[in-house]
């Protein structure tokens, strides 16, 4: 073993595992199905992957432009002006990226500064907070709590100060499957309005969203919109979460800075991968019908479910369904989780894990974007217990 000749300090000396590759290598050890980790089990389209071989043997094999391959900033800003009617310059406000946890932390990493307050919204997804930390940032948590998991904005104006440099909002979100409505955008834009702060605007889910209900963009607010970076994923909207693609879109001002981090960072992206969706998304259903087929899945997985002792959360978007298990045991959420993919072969994702202060509400996250036949095994599993 190498000797250092000093102690190296971390500067994450808190993270660990994370929960997803946890509980997956639990439901691996136990032969669990795994409703943990929120990846499809199902074959991506056919088509896609043509399209990939094709640009392949079209010779696109080596790097792409820093910023992305044109052809599809140009379809990505073809695609928002469809979907929320507003106008993105593909040379100068549209990136692709590395998936959305690349360039949530290229964001991060351009713009907090030491001591800068980022406040984060908890249940929160966890890659916000290491890269604030590890950018010197210091979260300022704002908790939500079940069964709605609505923002007090009275609070959230309360803790906005001088050292407030962003806000990272979530939306649909992860875990909790809400969504923030028009009145939640208009007040985050009231409240950030002639302040320095950017906003981060995480929106991976936009296109999984039930019930009717309309996907509310921080896009969509012309204020709001000056002061915002909103992040998008092709691996959530296309089933291919292995592909690490996704895409940022700003004003030129905050996009200019996030691109001098993102190209030290990863610098470009998967080529023939990128020109291969520039070409799948010509076609408007190949995205604008994947709400209907979750919505399929969550209630599959609602119907699997009828007659157990847990009890459904709404699920307004996201491939996320949250069950409440109070009254069923006294166990902790991750005692629980790991009990239940030990002796009854489910695994799933405690809650608490997304708090700061591991808050429990007796809640476990289940992912569905899974086989039809898969959900009704685990449907079954749930109602024995």
């Known amino acids: 073993m190498i000797k250092y000749p000093h102690t190296i300090s971390s500067k994450l000396p808190e993270v660990g595992t994370t929960i997803f590759t946890k509980m997956s290598a639990l439901a691996n050890q136990y032969g669990a199905i795994n409703l943990s980790q929120g990846f499809p089990d199902f074959p991506i389209d056919e088509r896609l992957i043509d ?34 009617g507003v106008e993105y310059c593909p040379n100068e406000e549209i990136t692709v990226t590395a998936g959305a946890t690349e360039a949530i932390y290229s964001a991060i990493a351009a713009f907090v500064k030491e001591d800068d307050e980022v406040v984060v919204f908890t249940p929160a997804y966890d890659c916000y907070v290491p890269a604030i930390k590890v950018h010197g940032g210091n979260p300022v948590y704002i908790q939500m709590h079940a ?3 609505r923002i007090d904005w009275d609070h959230v104006k309360k ?17 909790t499957g809400s969504i923030l409505q028009k009145e939640d955008l208009l007040e985050l834009e009231k409240i950030v309005a002639g302040k320095e ?6 929106e991976v889910y936009e296109h999984i969203i039930y019930d009717g209900q309309l996907h509310e963009s921080a896009c969509k607010f012309p204020e709001l919109r000056k002061q915002t970076l909103s992040v998008f994923s092709f691996g959530k909207t296309f089933h291919v979460t292995g592909w690490k693609l996704g ?35 010509q076609d408007a ?16 997985f609602l119907q699997a479910i009828e007659g157990s002792r847990f009890k459904p959360l709404t699920s307004s978007g996201t491939y996320f369904q949250l069950l409440s298990f109070e009254g069923i045991t006294h166990e902790g959420d991750v005692e ?18 997304f708090y700061n202060s591991k808050l429990d509400e007796k809640v476990l996250r289940f992912c569905f974007a899974k086989q039809d036949e898969t959900l009704e095994r685990a449907g079954e599993i749930l109602k024995r217990i």
């Open 247 to 281: 895409y940022i879109v700003g004003p030129e001002k905050l996009m200019s800075e996030f691109r001098k981090v993102h190209q030290f960072n990863v610098f470009s992206c998967n080529h023939p991968f990128q020109l291969a969706i520039a070409d799948y998304m």
């Open 51 to 84: 399209l990939v071989h094709q640009r392949m043997l079209d010779g696109f094999n080596q790097y792409a432009p820093m910023q992305g391959a044109l052809a599809l900033r140009e379809v990505i800003s073809t695609k928002l002006k469809d979907s929320y």
């Open 147 to 149: 069964p709605d998991y």
């Open 159 to 175: 803790l906005v100060n001088v050292r407030t440099r962003m806000i990272l909002i979530n939306t649909p979100h992860n875990p």
């Open 336 to 353: 629980f989780a790991e009990r239940m993919t030990k002796e009854y072969g489910l695994a799933s994702i405690p809650v608490s894990v």
């Open 197 to 202: 702060i950017v906003v981060i605007s995480d």
């Open 285 to 300: 259903q190949t995205y604008g019908g994947v709400s209907e087929f979750y919505e399929h899945k969550r209630n599959k």
